[in-house]
């Protein structure tokens, strides 16, 4: 049913399992022995999010925050609301942000600037996607699943008006979905 708005298929379920395996190994090399917390931004995170920490063998802890910039249209507004915080506190620990998109860079980089003047020992970001061609703030994330071109996408967490995020690979939506 979901099928027939995509216009073609960006990353495929095959290879996201191989970028969280390929993620969490590395994640798993360079922060075991700092039991860090990795904070998911909801609610684009989850899928990828759930699927990362699977395939990270040592002790952390999972955290949300849940940040909006996009109300629903297809552009970044900019605008970003917190509209849940952390439950606890980030001094003198390790930070790992798990997003699904890095798009302008304006969600990451308030994030990154609030957990590390709350004193958290370092900030590092994952991501399934990164879209460099949207960046607005100078931001790089660490640890990256797949760069794309400037294309609306969606599934795997991210949406169109609430909805796709169910889609178990990431796609470009039919533009006369969102044109109508
Ligand atoms: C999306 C996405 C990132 C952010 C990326 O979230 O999940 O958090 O936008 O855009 P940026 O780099 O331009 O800031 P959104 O605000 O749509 O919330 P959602 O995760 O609930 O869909």
Redesign the pocket.
């Known amino acids: 049913m979901l099928e027939k708005d995509i216009e073609k298929v960006l990353v495929s379920e095959q290879e996201i399992d191989e970028i969280a395996k390929r993620l969490g190994k590395q994640l798993t090399e360079e922060y075991k022995d700092k039991f860090p917390i990795v904070v998911g931004?909801?609610?684009?995170?989850v899928p990828f999010m759930g699927k990362l920490i699977n395939n990270m063998d040592m002790h952390l802890e999972i955290e949300f925050m849940?940040?909006?910039?996009?109300?629903g249209g297809i552009e970044?507004s900019g605008d970003?609301k917190i509209s849940k915080d952390l439950d606890v506190a980030v001094q003198d620990r390790h930070i790992i942000i798990a997003?699904?998109?890095?798009?302008?860079?304006?969600?990451?980089k308030v994030i990154m600037d609030l957990l590390k003047y709350r004193g958290a020992k370092s900030v590092s970001v994952v991501t399934l996607l990164d879209k460099p061609e949207?960046r607005v703030v100078n931001l790089d994330p660490e640890y990256i699943g797949k760069t794309i071109p400037k294309e609306f996408v969606v599934g795997y967490?991210?949406?169109y008006d609430e909805k796709y995020?169910n889609l178990p690979y990431v796609g470009v939506l039919k533009k006369e979905v969102y044109m109508k």
């Open positions: 931004l909801l609610k684009g995170c849940d940040v909006s910039s996009y109300h970044s970003i997003e699904d998109i890095v798009d302008t860079g304006r969600t990451i949207g967490g991210l949406d995020r």
